[in-house]
């Protein structure tokens, strides 16, 4: 953990508590970050491709709440980190971490910043199953990702923003990014219930997100073993 001043391709520079081990710390200030453009991510995400580090800085969306999340330990880094420990727990790849910081300026414009490693050669799983319909692994990758949801649920565990475009495929591997989770201990049942009560929800998400109609009865099934 240490102090140190952050510098972003944006010209914003801010002080920041970082937490990480004192190798990543030392690489984290030596990036060469750039604005990268990505669909959909609300977050602002700055990349460093020959270092293979990217950035996300999720914006402020509440003055008051978010600087108190800053104050006891929960903002947008922290529930990631946390988030990757739960999965990794269970067996399921996520992308490492490098450090995160928390700007102590309160009126900074971001809620945290979350150093990870960039994974290259690798597209949203979203997009792999749209530009590929008759790939051959196609149907064990779609089993793989429902067996894992199948798996949080039997430990109680919801993934936030379940899609496609939050699985990142690289050489055959499936990489879950933006891992929000609630991990419910008394009552394990939760998360499973939820998501059949969002059923016609996720099959449109399923649909939109590269699957095809014909797929989603065995995945809807597979999830929920």
């Not at 946390?82 to 996520?94: A, F, M, V």
């Amino acid at each position: 953990m240490a102090l140190r001043n952050v510098s972003l391709p944006n010209g914003l520079t801010q002080l920041c508590l970082i937490k990480g081990t004192p190798r990543s710390l030392d690489q984290i200030s030596r990036l060469e970050l750039v604005r990268h453009d990505v669909k959909y991510c609300s977050s602002e995400i700055f990349l460093d491709e020959k270092a293979r580090v990217i950035l996300k800085a999720p914006p402020i969306k509440s003055f008051l709440k978010n600087n108190f999340m800053k104050l006891v330990g929960w903002t947008p880094s922290d529930k990631e980190v946390r988030g990757n420990r739960i999965l990794k727990q269970l067996g399921i790849e996520t992308s490492g971490v490098l450090a995160r910081a928390i700007p102590l300026n309160p009126f900074n414009p971001y809620r945290s910043l979350l150093y990870s490693q960039f994974i290259n050669d690798s597209m949203p799983f979203s997009e792999f199953l749209k530009r590929y319909p008759e790939a051959p692994q196609r149907q064990e990758l779609l089993d793989k990702v429902a067996s894992q949801l199948s798996l949080m649920f039997r430990h109680g565990i919801s993934f936030r923003d379940f899609y496609f475009g939050n699985i990142l495929y690289s050489e055959g591997q499936l990489i879950w990014i933006d891992t929000e989770v609630q991990k419910y201990r008394l009552r394990k049942q939760k998360p499973r219930a939820r998501f059949i009560e969002k059923k016609e929800f996720m099959c449109d998400r399923f649909l939109r997100s590269g699957g095809h109609i014909e797929e989603w009865e065995r995945f809807w099934k597979i999830s929920l073993e």
